[in-house]
C-alpha cells in the first residue's frame, strides 16, 4: 500500500528530506532587502522554463501580487485560505491557478497574516508543536509540484519558524549595509532554535541584492562580511564562471511592479528581437542562460542567472546525496 502522505506528514521528522525536498524559502530578518523580488521572480522563471511550481506568500506586504499582476483581483483570497488551513485544519490547495503557465499561488494579506500569528502564538503559549503545521499542510500536495516556493515577512519571529519548518533550502537575499547583512546572525539563530522539528532545512545560499554594478569595493566588503557572519555555512551564489550574483540597482524592478509585470516579462521582447529566443528558453534546455539585453536587460539578466544558479546547486547536492 503507497504512503499516506498526511500521515507522513504527522509521524516523520525527516519530512523535509523526503516529501519536501523541493521547498525553497526566500527569508532576512530585515525588510526591504529582496526576498520578494529575488522569489517571485524565481518562481516565475523556473515556471517558465518548464517547471511545475507553486508560489506560496507570507509576506504581509502582498508585493507579489504587485509583481504578478493579480493583487487586485477577484481571485486574491489575501491569505484567508491559510488562516482555514492552519486555525481550522483545512486541506491546503493552490488558491489561484495559473497565474502563469505552470505557476500557482496561495497569496496573503496583512489582516490574515497577524490573525495567523496570533493563531501560532496561542499555540506555543499552549506548549503546541506549531512548527510542522504547514510541512504537513503542504505534504499531500507536494507531489504536484517540480518546486515549492515561500516567500517570507521580516520580525514575525512565529511564521518564520512555521515556514523554516516546511523549509528544505533556505535562499537569503541581503543588501550591502552592515545592518542587513548583521540580520544573517538572528536568521541562523532563527534556524538554530527550528532544527529539533526539521532538522534538515539549509541555508542553500546568499543573494548580494540592490548593488551598483560600478561599486567594485562596496561588493568586495559585502561578500567578505558575509563570509564573516555564516563562514562555512554558506556560500554566495555564482555563476557559472565562478563569478559572485549581484542583482543589481536598478529602476526597472520598481517599473515592473508598478505594471504588474516580472523582470523578465518586460525584457522578453527586446530579447526575441534580439535573437529569436526568450532568456528562459535556455533553462528549458539546461543551457548557459544570457544576459537579455533591453532597458530593463541587466536586472532581468541577473534574475536569469539567479534563477540558473540556485537550481544548478540543488541539482547538486541531490545528486551528491543521491551518490
Given at each position: ?15 523535509t ?7 525553497i524559502?526566500?527569508?532576512n ?13 524565481f ?28 493583487k ?63 510541512a504537513?499542510?503542504?505534504?499531500p ?10 516567500d517570507t515577512?521580516p ?6 519558524q ?6 528544505r ?8 549595509d ?41 561588493k568586495?566588503?559585502?561578500i ?19 563569478e ?17 509585470k516580472l523582470v ?5 521582447m ?5 535573437s ?5 528558453q535556455?533553462?528549458?534546455e ?24 540556485i537550481l ?7 545528486a551528491?546525496?543521491s551518490?
Amino acid at each position: 500500500m503507497a504512503p499516506n502522505l498526511a500521515e507522513m506528514a504527522v509521524t516523520s521528522p525527516r519530512l523535509t528530506q523526503d516529501v519536501l525536498s523541493r521547498v525553497i524559502t526566500f527569508a532576512n530578518g530585515k525588510g526591504g532587502v529582496g526576498k520578494t523580488s529575488c522569489s517571485a521572480n524565481f518562481a516565475a522563471l523556473s515556471a517558465a522554463a518548464g517547471w511545475k511550481v507553486l508560489f506560496v506568500d507570507f509576506d504581509a506586504q502582498g508585493d507579489a501580487g504587485d509583481d504578478m499582476g493579480y493583487k487586485n483581483s477577484e481571485a486574491n483570497d489575501r491569505g484567508a485560505h491559510m488562516l482555514q488551513v492552519l486555525d481550522a485544519n483545512k486541506p491546503l490547495q493552490p488558491v489561484i491557478r495559473e497565474v502563469r503557465p505552470n505557476l500557482d499561488v496561495i497569496p496573503m494579506g496583512r489582516e490574515m497574516l497577524k490573525t495567523i500569528e496570533d493563531v501560532l502564538a496561542g499555540k506555543r503559549r499552549r506548549g503546541t508543536e506549531f512548527r510542522l503545521m504547514l510541512a504537513e499542510a503542504l505534504a499531500p500536495i507536494a507531489r504536484d509540484y517540480d518546486l515549492i516556493v515561500i516567500d517570507t515577512p521580516p520580525d514575525r519571529p512565529d511564521v518564520l519558524q512555521l515556514v523554516f519548518g516546511a523549509t528544505r533550502w533556505l535562499v537569503i537575499p541581503t543588501k550591502a549595509d552592515r545592518s542587513s547583512i548583521g540580520n544573517l546572525r538572528d536568521l541562523a539563530e532563527e534556524l538554530k532554535e527550528v532544527r529539533p522539528a526539521n532538522p534538515d532545512v539549509e541555508i542553500l545560499g546568499v543573494v548580494p541584492y540592490d548593488f551598483d554594478t560600478n561599486a567594485g569595493r562596496i561588493k568586495r566588503n559585502a561578500i567578505e562580511d558575509i563570509q564573516a557572519v555564516l563562514g562555512d555555512a554558506a556560500d554566495v551564489f555564482q555563476d557559472s564562471e565562478g563569478e559572485v550574483i549581484f542583482v543589481r540597482h536598478s529602476n526597472a524592478a520598481v517599473d515592473a511592479r508598478n505594471a504588474g509585470k516580472l523582470v523578465h516579462e518586460l525584457a522578453e521582447m527586446a530579447q526575441e528581437e534580439e535573437s529569436g529566443e526568450p532568456g528562459w528558453q535556455a533553462l528549458r534546455e539546461g543551457k548557459k542562460g544570457d544576459r537579455i539585453p533591453g532597458s530593463v536587460g541587466g536586472l532581468a539578466g541577473d534574475h536569469l542567472l539567479l534563477t540558473n544558479a540556485i537550481l544548478t546547486r540543488i541539482d547538486r547536492f541531490e545528486a551528491a546525496a543521491s551518490a
